[in-house]
Structures are given as C-alpha cells and as structure tokens.
C-alpha cells in the first residue's frame, strides 16, 4: 500500500519563481493537511481540507494556495517562492477529524534560494 | 491559546537507559493528546495516544499517562534501544477539522 505519497521530494528554486506539490493518497481518507516543519519549530499548518472541493487556512497560510479538485489529490502551490518558504513540507491525511490519526507522507525538501 | 512545550533535545542515551521526554500543553477545555515519532528520512508516525484525564497511551513499550492536573503528557520508555533514535513529537488536537497542535520536537540518539 503507499499510503500518502508527496513529489517532489527535493526542489531548488529560485525566489519568485512558482512551483506546486503535490500530494496523493489512496485511503479514501476525507481530511488532508499540509504542514511545514522548521528547526525548533516543531510542524506548522499550513493549509487543510475537509473534503473534495474544500479547502481552509491554517497556521501559516500565507504564501501559499491549495487546491482539492479530487478526493485523492491535494496540492500545495507557492506562486512567488521567498526564502522564508525553505523547508521540509509534509501532507498527512485521516479518515476522521476527531481521532487526531494523521498518516503522513514522506516528505518534500524545498529550498529557495 | 493552544500550544505545546516539549523539552530540549538532543537527548543521548545508552542502549537499556530509561527515557523520559518531558511534555506540557496549554489549552481551553479537554483535548487529546498524542505522541508522534519521526525516524530519519520519514514522515511522522502515530506512537500512541491519549483521549482523556488519567487515560494511559501504550504501545512498542513507550508509554504516557494524560495528567490534567500538571497539563502534563510526560513520554516513557524503560530500556531504549538503538532502534528507538528518532525526533519524537508531542501534540494536541482542539476544534473539528483534526487540526494537531505539535511541540517543536526533542530529538533521541541512543547508543550502542
């Protein structure tokens, strides 16, 4: 089973330049999120969906767009990368919202230079 | 508002060495409580949970006990193993939606 699958898993880019990642999930679960995690920071909301279609703001939203067009899916875009934005994304999805049983991809390494 | 301390890392310790990782959390009536691990190069990963006041979390011998009283989620292992090195993360969930609050992590290097 794969789970939760995020790709890229490493990106350099350039500030100002945009770039999407994408998640993809095969558990049918409803909840997706995507979180941010930095040195001494622990792991950061970003942005989380509730279901196709859906979508909400998290912790630290800004810079970032989401999008939720199928169930599976849920992609996370930086339309103008700032070096802020260096840091390792995760996407994690559960079937429930009030268990707290996230399943977490592997993770994607951005850098922006 | 919602938050969660855990305490500094890195911790190193011998193998068979008793762990403890110290966890408090700030919050607005009874949330769940959780403890995630992260081994290198991987995502995070669910080690166990607790849902209410005195409820006790178990599972691979790692054990946590909800403590209302001290706001207190303290994470325990009697023998460590080397297996066991990881970055391990205390969290709250508040609200719908399944939004977990993370401490910042403390990360465990155990040695042969």
């Known amino acids: 089973n794969a789970g939760v699958t995020q790709t890229p898993k490493f990106r350099v880019l350039k500030t100002g330049q945009s770039m999407t990642l994408l998640c993809a999930q095969d558990?049918?679960?409803?909840?997706m999120y995507w979180y941010r995690q930095d040195p001494g920071m622990g792991l950061r909301l970003i942005h989380y969906?509730?279901?196709?279609?859906?979508?909400a703001k998290g912790e630290v939203p800004d810079g970032y767009n989401v999008s939720r067009l199928k169930k599976q899916n849920f992609l996370l875009g930086l339309e103008s990368a700032a070096p802020s934005q260096t840091s390792v994304y995760f996407c994690?999805?559960?079937?429930?919202?009030?268990?707290?049983?996230?399943?977490f991809g592997e993770g994607s390494r951005l850098t922006v230079l | 508002g919602n938050s969660v301390t855990q305490m500094e890392g890195p911790v190193t310790l011998s193998e068979e060495a008793f762990l403890t990782i110290n966890c408090t959390y700030t919050?607005?009536?009874?949330?769940?409580l959780f403890w995630y691990v992260q081994y290198p190069g991987e995502g995070l990963q669910l080690l166990l949970k607790?849902?209410?006041?005195?409820d006790k979390g178990s599972n691979k011998g790692f054990e946590a006990t909800y403590r209302k009283e001290t706001t207190s989620f303290h994470l325990e292992k009697g023998s460590v193993q080397v297996s066991d090195s990881a970055v391990y993360f205390c969290?709250?969930?508040?609200?719908?939606?399944?939004?977990?609050?993370f401490g910042q992590g403390t990360e465990l290097s155990v040695k042969p």
């Open positions: 919050a607005t009536g009874y949330p769940s």
């Open positions: 558990m049918n679960h409803e909840y």
């Open positions: 969290a709250l969930l508040y609200n719908q939606g399944g939004k977990l609050i």
């Open positions: 607790a849902t209410k006041a005195d």
């Open positions: 994690a999805s559960s079937r429930q919202a009030d268990t707290g049983e996230l399943f």
């Open positions: 969906s509730v279901g196709e279609g859906t979508t």
